[in-house]
C-alpha cells in the first residue's frame, strides 16, 4: 500500500493525519479500524516524510474534492500523489477547488 492510499484511507474513515516535527499525527472523531492503525505503523516513516513536505490540509482537500466530484480511490490516490509533488501550488488549487463541495462531501 502506498502512503496517498493510507492517507485517503484515513479520510475515509473521517480522520486527518499530518507531520508536526518528525511525528505523525492522527486525529479522527471515532477509533480507526485496528487494520488501518496496523498500516499506518508500519508505513509510519514513510507517512511522516511524505507529509513533512505538504501542507497539513491538502491530503484532506484532496480527499473532499475528490469524492465530490465522484473520484475512484485509484484516481483519488493519484490525485494526491500529483498534489504532493507540488504542494504549494497544489494547496492553492484544492482550496479552489473545495469551496463548490462545502457542506456537500
Known amino acids: 500500500m502506498n502512503t ?5 484511507d484515513v479520510a475515509r474513515a473521517g480522520g486527518q493525519v499530518h507531520a508536526d516535527r518528525g511525528d505523525l499525527v492522527i486525529t479522527a472523531p471515532v477509533p480507526l479500524p ?5 498500516t499506518i505503523k508500519r ?7 511524505v507529509l513533512s513536505h505538504s501542507a497539513v490540509e491538502l491530503p484532506s482537500l484532496v480527499y473532499r474534492v475528490t469524492r465530490f466530484y465522484g473520484c ?19 494547496i492553492e488549487c484544492f ?6 463541495c462545502a457542506g456537500k462531501a
Open 34 to 38: 485496528h487494520s488501518l492503525i496496523t
Open 95 to 100: 482550496r479552489t477547488l473545495v469551496a463548490p
Open 43 to 49: 508505513h509510519k516513516a514513510e507517512l511522516v516524510a
Open 4 to 8: 496517498c492510499a493510507i492517507i485517503l
Open 72 to 90: 475512484t480511490p485509484d484516481e483519488q490516490n493519484l490525485a494526491l500523489e500529483i498534489a504532493l509533488a507540488d504542494p504549494d501550488a497544489a
